[in-house]
């Protein structure tokens, strides 16, 4: 089920006349599509992606803001700052669990920045984020294991042609350069 935040804004106006820096060249900005996506489309594919992970009972996916992401992860993993997607598994030990796998939240501001970053539609982005809170929902967790989550988000995505995932993008920020043997001028 997606749920929309009734106090967020799907297509908010610039509110200052001050031009906001993009990390993508003006050109490539102009041809993403920023636009929400529609409910149908989101639920078409949280239910070929939680097919695809192999996760039984409903899901709830709010879209929201990152006033809100910042909101719960305070509250539930407490840490002051917006993120952009945040999973709740069920409680497995409550009464009718097993017809409930969880819920995710996702940022919608922050997923539109995200999505101009990597050059790609916010649609694809949130599905980017949907997946990865899937996954977790599932049991995945990339901070305690090693690499099975990234694995299995990387297999995936394959499956459900989406781009580079959060796990990946995180890596690659993380490796140093590269350096050349040889004289300068020489590959």
Known sequence: MILIDQDLDPDPAPRSKAVKRLSV?????????????TVGTLAAFLAKAQTSVRLRGQVTVL????????SLNRRFRGKKKATD????PADATAPG???IAGDLA???PTAKRQAAG??????????????HGLLHLAGYDHEADSG??????????????????LI????????????????????
């Open 148 to 165: 099975e989550m990234a694995r299995r988000e990387r297999l995936l995505r394959g499956k459900l042609r989406l781009p580079l995932g």
């Open 168 to 187: 990946e993008r995180v890596s690659v920020k993380k490796k140093p350069a590269r350096k050349t043997a040889g004289k300068a001028g020489r590959p």
């Open 97 to 99: 669990s097993e017809k």
């Open 118 to 131: 990597q050059g790609h539609s916010l649609s694809t982005e949130i599905k980017v984020l949907m997946l």
């Open 106 to 108: 996702i940022s919608v």
């Open 25 to 37: 060249p003006i050109a490539a900005a102009k041809a993403i599509d920023l636009r929400m996506p």
């Open 63 to 70: 879209l929201t803001s990152d006033v809100m992401l910042r």
């Open 85 to 88: 997607v945040l999973s709740f």
